[in-house]
């Protein structure tokens, strides 16, 4: 299939690139660099061996968006695209609801306009809120404690109501729980700019003596260890899911969300520890207060996965924590 990639560079899209090309389709893929790295699409194409069509793209721009479709025949979108940092989501809202908001009406316009109806949404566990049991099934109620979960749970609406309004719309949101790890060559990292949010970015920066330690939200959870627990789920995994879900979208129409988690969780202070085993390295923490709008657990059932897709998780909580450590050592040292 001729698949349209947005946010092509970022973490999981540069991962699901690989994946796809392996897997024989043809790529179009646009990225405007606002997170990621032009770099990558050199690494992409080094793993893959394969070529594809990359445009440097802001999807908030409709007139970008239109040549991107009248130039090429697509018959399916992946939209990666956004900006995805809780914390700075609440500082900057506006500029959240209009790049992630307005910039997918900007794509679903342009698919509308050359006949394009198959849409894989990249959305997340955060649309669930605090989940009131666990594991988390696709069917509980959703909820949002932040703007940038806000717009992921607007735009699964929007879609939904796409889906509905034209029954020859194929729909599949897919929720991602806690994506960490990196392919194996070490050419494919997690990146951020920045100052990073997330737990295991974070770590490695510990590793690399970025930082002295790792400041641990809270201890006082309804938890084993008391630390947040998390649904950790390997990258590489995460993008072979995106494989099984073309082919999916590929044979039906309407909506579907399925929860994309191993349906183990795992505490900070796991993942810390188990960081330290596989890659023979010490990261001190500090047990600090809790970040406001945390949740004390959240893992999937990831049931429907396997059901509907075929898929299961493969790589587990060691994987996730050496390939993440080798692809930070290999990138770093060319840097
Ligand atoms: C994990 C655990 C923290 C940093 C968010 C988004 C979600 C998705 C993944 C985009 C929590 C603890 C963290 C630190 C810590 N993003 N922690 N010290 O908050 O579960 O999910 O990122 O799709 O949508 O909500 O991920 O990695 O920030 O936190 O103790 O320095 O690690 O309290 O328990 P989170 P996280």
Known sequence: MNILITGATGFIGSHTCVALLNEGHNLIAFDNFSNSDEKVLDHIKEIS?????????????PVAMEKIFS???????IHFAGFKAVGESTQIPLAYYYNNIYGTICILKAMKAHGVKKIIFSSSATVYGKPAALP?????ALSATNPYGRT??????????????????SVMLLRYFN?????????????PKGIPNNLMPRILDVAFNIMPEITVFGNDYDTEDGTGVRDYIHVVDLAYGHVKAIDYVSAHTGTEAVNLGTGVGYSVLDLINTFEKVNSIKIPYVICPRRPGDIDACFADSSKAKELLNWTSELGIEDMCRDAYNAAKSIRQKE
């Open 49 to 61: 061996g394969k070529d594809f069509l990359f445009y440097n793209a802001d999807m908030t721009d």
């Open 71 to 77: 130039e090429n025949k697509i018959d399916c979108v």
């Open 136 to 140: 988390i099934k696709e069917d509980f």
């Open 152 to 169: 992921k749970l607007m735009l699964e609406e929007i879609l939904t109501d796409l889906s509905k309004s034209d029954p020859e719309w």
């Open 179 to 191: 994506p960490v790890g990196a392919h194996k060559s070490g050419l494919l990292c997690e990146n």
